[in-house]
């Protein structure tokens, strides 16, 4: 054996054309992603934990110290909330307007991308661009025609007469 035969092989050598440079950057890339959703969970669980803590505490523990921890958690609250019939009341009147706009928007929704999409028909670009500029066009605007629609239909005080716009525009962001 000669001792060429014995000596450790090179090191692998970058066969991509990247730099180590880009991978740094990459990196570094990556770390910023990390840092702004580390930042949004930041922003959004922070105010659903101070309902939560302030559900712990007393009206004067929550006037005198709003963003601390409650200095005697009270639990009778949260007790109180759960043996309430309206709160029940509530969640099912919710849940169900919840799966009525659900299933209507994703049927309805399915339905006509499955047409706008397989089929050519004349009006066809009419039509998605009618559902394009909808997507534009504020809730606000068409409060009162909606409102004058359901009490036509006599769907006021109902859970359809709230299910129908949402499915129709999605939750409103205001």
């Known amino acids: ?9 090179p090191a692998p050598s970058r066969t991509d ?9 990459r990196s570094a890339t990556t770390s910023l ?3 702004a959703a580390a930042v949004i969970v ?7 934990l101070f309902v939560i803590l302030g559900g712990f505490k007393t009206n004067a ?21 759960l043996r309430s019939a309206s709160f029940w009341h509530f969640v099912l009147n919710s849940l169900q307007i919840a ?13 006509a991308a499955f047409g706008l999409s397989r089929y050519a028909f004349r009006g066809r670009e009419f039509i998605y661009t ?13 409060t009162l025609p909606v409102y004058l629609l359901l009490r036509q239909f006599h769907l006021l005080e109902n859970a359809l007469g709230v299910a129908i716009p949402e499915a129709a525009v999605g939750p409103d962001p205001e």
């Open 33 to 35: 992603r990390y840092l």
């Open 42 to 48: 930041v922003i959004t669980v922070l105010p659903l």
């Open 61 to 81: 523990d929550i006037n005198a110290h709003p963003a601390g921890l409650p200095r005697s958690w009270v639990l009778s609250n949260y007790a109180k909330i």
């Open 99 to 111: 799966v009525i706009a659900s299933v209507l928007a994703v049927a309805l929704g399915a339905m």
């Open 17 to 25: 054309g990247r730099s180590t440079a880009f991978s740094t950057r």
């Open 130 to 142: 009618l559902f394009t500029i909808g997507l534009l066009f504020p809730l606000s605007v068409a």
């Open 1 to 9: 054996m000669t001792s060429t035969a014995l000596a450790q092989p």
